[in-house]
């Protein structure tokens, strides 16, 4: 089987492996910080090579956690080969969502039959990484009812560069905080760095990666709030973000949080967001690798 890697990790954090041969046809992104693996399909078919490939892969790179987003009715094909059905996109297509199934490498045999699997998927309804994820989500609206009726200060918005981005991610990796080093979530997409501000030295970096064609957007903010005046600033600057989105002709938008992050995920609550997935040990946060939920919103209808 052939093999190219067409980037490198000191650039973008994330390696494009392109494998081909008469069974398989698949596009592997791999994510060195998250350690996490996104399967683009070229063939469809639940081929037990196709998924014995792929663990081989991931346990060759390092990998902790694969994924695939899949139209509908792709949904089978990978809860044959054993993939988990965690939730879904949506908009990402523009009038229809994606679904993401995923698999944790460690948890996943790499023999199974071609006719094995629940074609239906499983959610994952009960698991620990739901359960957490509810708790908290429980505990976000808490603290939306707690401080219902305060202000939320102005927000600042301006372009941020490449280089910008950069220094900051590796300031906020320094103490842990680092929720992302803004690396390239799909292939060609166009990314777009701001840096927000408040008054009392509050400051955030973000970006956004958008995909024209579907007019879907990825949007990622580098660090939680730690406390009160910070979650009320970033629910400000989320808010900031998606009124520009919207101005960038975004249909929808999502993100990944932390299950375990009550402080950003009322920040996201505040803004519309609805969980739409839960992805299990997805993400990791200093040292420690943790479940993610997965963040949508719609901005506006989708063009007729």
């Not at 790499?110 to 094995?116: A, I, T």
């Not at 997409?189 to 970096?205: C, I």
């Not at 932390?258 to 990791?284: K, M, T, W, Y």
Request: glycine content about 8%; overall charge positive; aromatic content about 6%.
């Amino acid at each position: 089987m052939a093999a190219r890697n067409l980037s490198s990790t000191s650039s973008s954090g994330v390696d494009e492996l392109l494998f081909r041969n008469d069974a398989v046809s698949l596009c592997l992104l791999v994510n060195r910080r998250h350690r996490t693996l996104r399967i683009i399909d070229f063939r469809a078919g639940p081929t037990p090579s196709k998924r014995n490939f792929v663990l081989s892969a991931a346990k060759r790179e390092g990998v902790e956690k694969i994924y695939t987003l899949v139209e509908r009715d792709e949904v089978p094909t990978w809860t044959r080969l054993g993939f988990v059905r965690e939730g879904s996109i949506p908009g990402f297509y523009k009038r229809s969502d994606a679904w993401i199934l995923g698999a944790v490498v460690s948890e996943t045999s790499p023999s199974r039959s071609e006719e094995g699997g629940d074609d239906e998927g499983d959610d994952r309804a009960g698991s620990p990484a739901v359960l957490l994820a509810e708790r908290t989500i429980a505990r976000a609206r808490r603290l939306l009812r707690e401080g219902e009726g305060r202000p939320l200060p102005a927000i600042k918005i301006a372009p941020a560069s490449a280089v910008e981005l950069r220094r900051a991610v590796a300031v906020a990796q320094r103490t842990g905080r680092a929720l992302t080093g803004f690396e390239p979530f799909g292939r060609d997409a166009v990314r777009t760095g701001y840096v927000l501000s408040a008054r009392g030295g509050f400051t955030l970096h973000a970006a956004w990666e958008m995909q024209s064609c579907f007019g879907n957007s990825f949007l990622e903010i580098l660090s939680s709030p730690r406390h009160e005046a910070e979650r009320l600033a970033t629910t400000a600057a989320i808010g900031a973000l998606c009124d520009r989105l919207v101005e960038e002709k975004a249909v929808s938008t999502f993100t990944f949080a932390p299950a375990d992050d009550q402080e950003l995920c009322a920040a996201l609550l505040a803004n519309g967001f609805r969980r739409s997935a839960v992805l299990a040990r997805h993400l990791v946060v200093g040292r420690t690798r943790k479940d993610a939920i997965l963040w949508a919103k719609k901005l506006v209808a989708p063009e007729a």
